[in-house]
């Protein structure tokens, strides 16, 4: 008899950050996760995350309305099933249940981990096999505070954690902005590549503004400066500037990539499991992109371990990214739940080993965190 899906819980998990995390909607004290425990009737268990920042501030999907809509109307559409055919359990998905992209990455995911248990490998390699284990990894400097985020970038750079930073802005007045952001990089010099997310905080004449400020102070990437729905304006902004635009919530999937690629854009794409539906859907993005010359950035929406592994395992199937990755959604929290926390090295992160997602739950941890 062939395997099946047995039984899906989903856990709250609330795990405090370790400094408030500012951006433009929302300033972080803590993060919820919503945790995917999938049992299969081989005694396989896939573990899966999907989280989002600011309950509702940054989309459409809450920690709430993810564990809300996978307990009554994704886990019902998945128990029952065959295990082992992942393409055809997200087409059930998406036949049946319109958006919920978070949770359907954490379902996705959870089925991922436990196929790869079952056949002894790893997400990357039922994926086809890993192409980069160690990948790079960026910091948010997002304190609010100037002196602050520079003391925080010099130590990180000491460490040898972190030689990339993104600044996350537009929660300001656009001058005072953009002046934070030219004093870090001229303190941090040659030594970093300073970043910039605005999340869609800006106009479009706002943006020509503030950009050309920060082109002017050796800024490198320029983050959804205006609305994610403003395609046009993300292309005529790609077009009048030589630092490049890095479109993130302008593109959620691969419809949307081709858009932007058939409009003209040029620049870089913000890959999120989470955006896309799950690693499936965010490798067709990457494929698109690929395909029109776009740069790459494994994107996060600050999971914690589960979902950055996750995602660690789609990254490494790709070739080496021209952006490089912002994982680092642990290293923001005070606290895991897993075992073994991912290995942070030399300005970068491991690929954990291990069949599936080659992650374990710390179970006194779990039940710690989740909200009761
Ligand atoms: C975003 O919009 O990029 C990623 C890093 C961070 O600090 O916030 C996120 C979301
Ligand atoms: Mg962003």
């Given at each position: 008899?062939s395997?099946v899906?047995?039984?899906?819980?989903?856990?709250?998990?609330d795990?405090?950050?370790?400094?408030p995390?500012k951006l433009?909607m929302?300033t972080?004290?803590?993060?919820?996760?919503?945790i995917?425990r999938m049992?299969?009737?081989d005694?396989i268990?896939g573990?899966?995350?999907g989280?989002?920042?600011?309950?509702?501030?940054?989309?459409?999907?809450?920690?709430?309305?993810?564990?809300?809509n996978?307990?009554?109307?994704?886990?019902p559409?998945?128990v029952g099933?065959p295990?082992?055919?992942?393409?055809?359990?997200?087409a059930r998905l998406?036949?049946?249940a319109r958006?919920n992209?978070i949770?359907?990455?954490?379902?996705e995911?959870?089925?991922l981990?436990?196929?790869?248990k079952?056949l002894?490998?790893s997400?990357?390699?039922?994926?086809?096999g890993?192409?980069q284990?160690?990948?790079?990894?960026?910091?948010?400097?997002a304190?609010?505070d100037?002196a602050?985020?520079i003391d925080?970038?010099?130590?990180?750079?000491?460490?040898?954690r972190h030689?990339d930073?993104k600044?996350?802005?537009?929660?300001n007045?656009v001058?005072?902005?953009v002046r934070?952001v030219a004093?870090?990089k001229e303190?941090l010099?040659?030594?970093?590549s300073?970043?910039v997310?605005?999340?869609?905080?800006?106009?479009?004449?706002?943006?020509?503004?503030?950009?050309?400020?920060?082109?002017?102070?050796g800024?490198?990437?320029i983050e959804?400066?205006?609305?994610?729905?403003e395609?046009?304006?993300?292309?005529r902004?790609?077009?009048?500037?030589n630092v490049?635009?890095l479109?993130?919530e302008a593109v959620?999937d691969a419809?949307d990539?081709?858009?932007l690629v058939c409009?003209?854009?040029?620049?870089?794409f913000?890959l999120?499991i989470?955006?896309?539906?799950?690693?499936y859907?965010v490798?067709?993005l990457a494929?698109?992109?690929?395909?029109a010359?776009?740069?790459l950035?494994?994107?996060?929406?600050l999971?914690?371990?589960?979902?950055?592994?996750a995602?660690?395992h789609?990254?490494?199937?790709?070739?080496?990214?021209a952006?490089?990755t912002?994982?680092f959604?642990p290293l923001?929290?005070q606290?895991?739940?897993?075992?073994?926390?991912?290995?942070y090295?030399e300005?970068?992160?491991a690929?954990?080993?291990?069949?599936?997602?080659g992650i374990?739950?710390?179970?006194d941890?779990?039940?710690?965190y989740?909200r009761?």
């Open positions: 008899m395997t899906i047995q039984h899906i819980e989903t856990l709250l998990v795990l405090p950050t370790i400094r995390h433009s929302t972080m004290a803590c993060q919820t996760m919503v995917v049992r299969h009737s005694g268990e573990i899966g995350e989280t989002t920042i600011g309950g509702l501030a940054y989309g459409p999907e809450s920690p709430e309305s993810i564990k809300r996978i307990d009554t109307y994704l886990a559409l998945l099933q295990s082992n055919n992942v393409h055809q359990l997200r998406n036949r049946h958006g992209m949770a359907k990455s954490a379902l995911t959870a089925l981990d436990a196929q790869g079952r002894g490998l997400v990357a390699e039922l994926l086809g890993v192409r284990d160690h990948l790079p990894v960026l910091w948010t400097l304190s609010g100037t602050k985020d925080e970038a010099m130590l990180r750079l000491e460490q040898r030689c930073f600044l996350k802005i537009g929660a007045p001058d005072q902005d934070h004093a870090i303190a010099g040659d030594r970093a300073v970043r997310d605005v999340n869609q905080a800006w106009d479009e004449s706002t943006a020509v503004r503030g950009i050309q400020v920060l082109q002017d102070a800024i490198e990437l959804q400066p205006i609305g994610a729905r395609h046009a304006g993300l292309v902004l790609a077009n009048r500037f490049p635009m479109a993130d959620q419809r990539g081709l858009d409009g003209g854009f040029s620049g870089a913000a999120k989470a955006k896309s539906g799950g690693i859907g490798l067709e494929h698109v992109a690929q395909a010359g776009i740069g950035y494994g994107g996060t929406l999971e914690g371990t589960i979902g950055t592994a995602s660690l789609a990254w490494a199937t790709l070739p080496a990214m952006w490089g912002e994982m959604g923001l929290l606290d895991d739940i897993v075992v073994t926390p991912l290995n090295t300005f970068g992160v690929l954990p080993k291990g069949a599936g997602l374990t739950l710390d179970e941890k779990l039940v710690h989740s009761k």
